[in-house]
């Protein structure tokens, strides 16, 4: 066989399953001339080199005609030491094992996310002995945008929440002169789950997303090493003050989204059942009992203790690549919003088993 | 290939009278040099004085103000972007920080350049792969890892085989030993010295490795104040009379570091 033409890396694409689809002459003896290839590279060099092994492979006795010049590549080729067709191996785990990995690595996480919790309160407990160190600074910084640049987006969502609850409402209540019934739907809808459970989702995405990358991309450039070395806990200068932020901002949110969403359903209730709006408020203000509202508003904080620590401890789990931090950050989001809804199934168990 | 290091080697790299600034400072006043074909060029210099600015215009990475920079006889200066991308496929390059991509394993990570630019099958370029793994010195078993696993000179040694993965002419070294420790550095050297002795690679190093400075490259430019104050040999280059130069080697030659001159 006789090769020529240029054997480097870009052409050789061509001629690589050539010589295997070659009826190859009967006998012994083959011959490859490539004295008339005027470039080569290593990869060139190699094809040459599988296709001689192959052959030889076969019970064939090889001569390799090459360029003086070419020769040196072929002995790079020959000692490297790299063997032909390196299986492409990737082991798909059996769905009983990929189960039991996945049961494991679950059973980790929530041991990790429980003792990263033990960490959390054993810093806590030691910053009061000591000199209560709050970092009013960093709180601040954080109640400012998880919460204050949070306002327009929680206020303009819970307003048309408001509004969708007052239209459905109106269509169902309004065929048995009972619109009024509105007014209670909406009350009761928004201040005690809907406007907790919707600032909660808004932060989670927001600030919970946030936090896990912020703190992904500081273990990633070795900032949380640095801080531990000075000597000074990273739990408490990042974890507490998002925790204390968060603790403040929820549920000042959530009261917002309770008047936007009222306010919503108020403008649906004029326009479409002629209410006006002391008659709304005052049937909201009669038919809503406070534990109504302090259960909605109770619930704030506690949401934001799941969003902040869910979120901060994905942040520490992350890896040095820039694929775990994100594949953290989606985790932390979509963690937070899941023990969220939890806890707020739990909650509503407890307020019937006490008649709340 | 190798044995071509003759009386009158071509020169694969000339950089002439180069101005550039950098947000109103002047970084470049006028840099001039040369790359022989086959040689290992290493730039030193203090910090902050443009070596690394120099090797991103060399690869039309970045375009300096005035003057004229030839790389493998073509002009990279007004580049367009189809030619720039040609020319980088003949050029490798290590930049500082190694940049593997970390969400691919080091096989994967050498394969990329070969799979976005070439047409090989699958099992060639998995081979290819695996030989320049080979050749940069790593065991066959750090292919299928991720560079997160592998320790700091590893890393520096798999994005060298990726660097070289289309068979350049022409190797870029952005500070390859920094961060690395004093033996894993050295070996580093080698075998860059190797691979330029094997394939005939030319090598642009930029370093402010003394080691390096003193046991591989054949050429030394020395960069200071914008313009390349001393050249030559690195024993020519030591014995300059200017003063950046006596005040960076002598004292920096006292540290241990600094090899047997």
């Given at each position: 066989?006789?090769?020529s033409g240029s054997?480097?890396?870009?052409?050789i694409?061509r001629v690589e399953?050539l010589?295997?689809g070659l009826a190859w002459?009967?006998g012994?003896?083959?011959?490859?001339d490539?004295?008339a290839?005027?470039?080569?590279?290593m990869a060139?060099?190699?094809l040459?080199h599988?296709?001689a092994?192959?052959l030889?492979?076969r019970?064939r006795?090889?001569?390799?005609?090459?360029?003086?010049e070419?020769?040196?590549?072929?002995r790079i080729v020959?000692?490297s030491g790299?063997?032909t067709?390196?299986?492409?191996?990737?082991?798909r785990?059996?769905?009983?094992?990929a189960?039991?990995?996945?049961a494991?690595i679950?059973?980790g996480e929530?041991?990790?996310?429980?003792?990263?919790?033990?960490?959390m309160?054993?810093?806590a407990?030691?910053?009061?002995?000591?000199p209560?160190?709050?970092?009013?600074?960093q709180?601040l910084?954080?109640v400012?945008?998880?919460?204050?640049e949070?306002l327009p987006?929680?206020?303009?969502?819970?307003?048309?929440i408001?509004?969708?609850?007052?239209?459905q409402?109106s269509a169902l209540?309004r065929?048995?002169?009972?619109?009024?019934?509105?007014?209670d739907?909406?009350?009761?809808?928004?201040l005690r789950e809907?406007?907790?459970?919707l600032t909660?989702?808004?932060?989670a995405?927001?600030s919970?997303?946030a936090?896990?990358?912020?703190?992904?991309a500081?273990?990633?450039t070795?900032?949380i090493?640095s801080l531990?070395?000075?000597g000074?806990s990273?739990?408490?200068v990042?974890?507490?003050?998002?925790?204390?932020a968060?603790l403040v901002?929820?549920?000042l949110l959530?009261v917002a989204?309770?008047?936007?969403?009222?306010a919503g359903?108020m403008v649906?209730a004029?326009?479409?059942l002629?209410?006006?709006s002391g008659e709304f408020?005052g049937r909201v203000?009669r038919e809503i009992?406070?534990?109504?509202?302090?259960l909605?508003?109770?619930?704030?904080p506690?949401?934001a203790?799941?969003i902040?620590v869910v979120?901060?401890?994905?942040?520490?789990?992350?890896?040095?690549?820039a694929?775990?931090v994100?594949?953290?950050?989606?985790v932390?989001?979509v963690?937070?919003?899941?023990f969220?809804?939890?806890?707020?199934a739990?909650v509503?168990?407890?307020?019937?088993?006490f008649?709340i | 290939?190798?044995?071509?290091?003759?009386?009158?080697p071509e020169?694969?790299?000339?950089?002439?009278?180069v101005h550039t600034r950098l947000?109103g400072?002047?970084i470049?006043?006028?840099v001039?040099l040369?790359?022989?074909r086959g040689?290992i060029f290493?730039l030193?210099?203090p910090?902050?004085?443009g070596k690394?600015l120099?090797l991103?215009?060399?690869l039309a990475?970045?375009?300096?103000?005035s003057?004229?920079?030839?790389?493998l006889?073509?002009d990279?200066v007004?580049?367009?972007?189809?030619e720039a991308?040609?020319?980088?496929q003949r050029?490798g390059v290590?930049?500082e920080r190694?940049a593997?991509f970390?969400?691919?394993?080091?096989a994967e990570n050498v394969?990329?350049?070969l799979?976005?630019?070439?047409r090989l099958?699958?099992t060639?370029?998995d081979e290819v792969a695996?030989?320049?793994?080979a050749?940069?010195?790593?065991?066959p078993?750090?292919?299928?890892k991720y560079?997160?696993q592998?320790s700091?000179?590893?890393?520096r040694r798999?994005a060298?085989a990726?660097a070289?993965?289309?068979?350049p002419?022409?190797?870029f070294?952005?500070?390859?030993?920094a961060?690395?420790?004093?033996?894993?550095?050295?070996e580093?050297?080698?075998l860059?010295r190797?691979?330029?002795?094997l394939?005939?690679?030319?090598?642009?190093?930029v370093?402010?490795?003394?080691?390096?400075?003193w046991?591989?490259?054949?050429?030394v430019a020395f960069?200071?104040?914008?313009?390349?104050?001393?050249?030559?040999?690195?024993q020519e280059?030591?014995?300059s009379?200017?003063?950046?130069?006596r005040?960076?080697?002598?004292?920096?030659r006292?540290?241990?570091?600094?090899?047997q001159?």
């Open positions: 066989m006789r090769c054997w480097t890396v870009d052409r694409g399953r010589p295997r002459r009967k012994v003896a083959v011959v490859l490539a004295s290839v005027v470039a080569m590279d060139g060099a190699w040459l599988r296709t092994r192959g030889e492979h019970g006795t090889v001569t390799l005609r090459l360029r003086p070419h020769e040196a590549l072929l020959t000692s790299v063997v067709g390196p299986p492409r191996t990737r082991d785990p059996r769905l009983l094992s189960v039991g990995r996945r494991w679950s059973a929530l041991g990790g996310l429980v003792s990263f919790f033990g960490e309160g054993v810093t407990a030691r910053a009061r002995t000591g209560l160190r709050v970092r009013w600074r709180v910084q954080h400012q945008t998880a919460g204050f949070a987006t929680a206020a303009l969502l819970s307003f048309f408001g509004v969708v609850l007052a239209y409402g209540f065929p048995f002169g009972a619109g009024i019934l509105v007014a739907l909406v009350g009761l809808a928004m809907l406007s907790p459970l909660a989702i808004i932060v995405g927001r919970g997303s936090y896990a990358a912020q703190i992904g500081m273990k990633m070795g900032e090493d531990r070395a000075v000074v990273p739990i408490e990042l974890v507490l003050p998002r925790i204390a968060l901002v929820l549920p959530t989204a309770d008047v936007l969403g009222v359903a649906v004029k326009s479409e002629a209410m006006g408020l203000a009992r406070a534990s109504d509202y302090l909605g508003v109770g619930k704030a506690v949401f203790v799941i902040a979120c901060c401890y994905q942040g520490f789990q992350a890896a040095d690549d694929d775990s994100g594949r953290r950050t989606t932390a989001v963690q937070s919003m899941f969220v809804v939890v806890a707020d739990f509503l168990v407890l307020s019937r088993l008649g | 290939m190798t044995a071509s290091i003759t009386s009158t020169i694969v790299i000339a950089i002439r009278d947000g400072v002047v470049h006043d006028g001039t040369d790359v022989y040689r290493a030193a210099g910090s902050g004085c690394t120099l991103r215009e060399a990475l970045h375009v300096p103000d003057g004229s920079i030839r790389v006889g073509r990279v007004g580049i367009g972007d189809e991308l040609e020319l980088r050029c290590v930049f190694a593997l970390s969400s691919l394993t080091v394969a990329l350049p799979r976005e630019r070439t099958g699958r060639l370029l695996a030989l320049k793994i050749l940069v010195g790593l065991p078993s750090a292919g299928p560079p997160s592998l700091g000179g590893m890393r798999a060298l990726r070289i993965a289309l068979d002419e022409l190797l070294l952005d500070e390859p030993s961060g690395l420790d004093p033996a894993s550095g050295r580093f050297e080698e860059v190797h691979l330029n002795e394939l005939g690679l030319t090598v642009f190093v370093t402010r490795d003394l080691g390096l400075l046991n591989v490259a054949d050429h960069l200071g104040e914008g313009r390349v104050v001393a050249a030559g040999t690195m280059v030591s014995r009379d200017d003063p950046m130069v005040a960076y080697f002598y004292r920096a006292s540290e241990p570091a600094g090899a001159g």
